[in-house]
């Protein structure tokens, strides 16, 4: 039995090297599955990847005994389950691992721009100790508006009432137990933008919510709101992120994905190889976000604690054992 992992760091390797036993033959490596590296996972049972992976059709067909793919996230939309399941691929994922973690970075974010933290770090490294411009404002009082009110949705709302927030939320399903025991309302969509301080997305990406909030919905934001995104990139149509940041509509950012974020190794080769029109704009607008003192990015790691990955690892063994056991412990999408 072989299993081809990709995208793993050495530390990772080592742990599911432990998780998994001495029973099955595995291979490694850090970079992102492609048409260049597709030899490594050729006559593999299984594959194991992140986020960065794209499982296509044409990279199915090169994988000629592949039984199951397992991808180290809760999010899947990077694999064509059409195309797996017509070839009799099983794919799974990891539902639950990081509530708390990612919630915890949302409010990360949230602090340090409520609190120009950020900004003033940068001051006192440059031995710059003024506080001009530098005051924030409390979060008790304010309203935070969650869209997607999920397991990481659900532990930011319980983190905002520790700081004395009130709580919108826009989900299309209802938790009205949880309503009840943690005091928000559901509220449209165009009402959580307009009566939000701080905006904050928790949704899957897929087709219905992809630019959830875009150019024709952008102006209802309310002015100066703060907007986090610590889910996937797709649920805010970039043009309507630079135009909310540019014209004030939104007072300061916080980004842990974003446009292009899977084109950073890119960036890193381009003095080597040839980059479209379309993935050097991405990296250029990046690199303006970079630039303006109010907003924080940071490189897609709200999930990275070392609780999180080890819950990560811990069910991909456990997926992949309880796939070839057969034992129906973690349910195959």
Do not use: W
Request: aromatic letters at 8%; charged letters at 20%; hydrophobic letters at 40%.
């Amino acid at each position: 039995m072989k299993i081809a992992f990709y995208e793993i760091n050495n530390e990772e390797k080592k742990y599911i090297k432990k998780a998994l036993g001495n029973s099955y033959e595995m291979v490694f490596t850090s970079q992102v599955l492609n048409e260049e590296n597709i030899s490594l996972a050729a006559d593999a049972d299984v594959i194991s990847i992140f986020i960065y992976s794209k499982i296509t059709e044409s990279v199915l067909q090169k994988m000629t005994k592949v039984k199951l793919i397992s991808t180290r996230s809760t999010g899947f939309n990077h694999i064509n389950l059409q195309a797996a399941q017509a070839k009799g691929v099983a794919v799974c994922n990891v539902p639950y691992y990081g509530e708390n973690t990612v919630a915890e970075h949302t409010f990360a974010l949230i602090l340090a721009l409520s609190r120009n933290l950020h900004r003033a770090y940068v001051r006192s490294l440059q031995g710059n100790f003024s506080i001009s411009g530098l005051r924030g404002f409390d979060l008790k009082g304010k309203t935070l508006g969650i869209i997607g009110a999920g397991s990481i949705g659900m532990h930011v709302i319980k983190m905002a009432k520790g700081f004395g927030m009130d709580v919108i939320v826009y989900d299309a399903r209802h938790n009205h137990i949880m309503k009840e025991v943690l005091e928000f309302e559901y509220v449209s969509l165009d009402a959580l933008l307009s009566a939000s301080d701080i905006i904050s997305l928790h949704a899957p990406y897929n087709e219905s919510t992809h630019y959830l909030i875009n150019m024709n919905n952008i102006g209802k934001v309310k002015p100066g709101a703060l907007f986090i995104n610590t889910a996937r990139s797709g649920l805010i149509e970039p043009s309507a992120l630079y135009h909310a940041i540019d014209t004030g509509i939104f007072a300061g950012a916080g980004l842990d994905v974003f446009e292009g974020e899977e084109l950073l190794n890119e960036e890193n080769q381009m003095l080597s190889k040839n980059v479209s029109v379309e993935n050097m704009e991405a990296i250029l607008k990046r690199n303006i976000l970079l630039r303006r003192e109010n907003v924080i990015l940071t490189p897609h790691i709200a999930f990275d604690s070392k609780e999180a990955v080890e819950r990560i690892l811990d069910t991909t063994a456990n997926n992949i054992k309880g796939f070839f056991d057969s034992k129906d412990y973690y349910k195959v999408i």
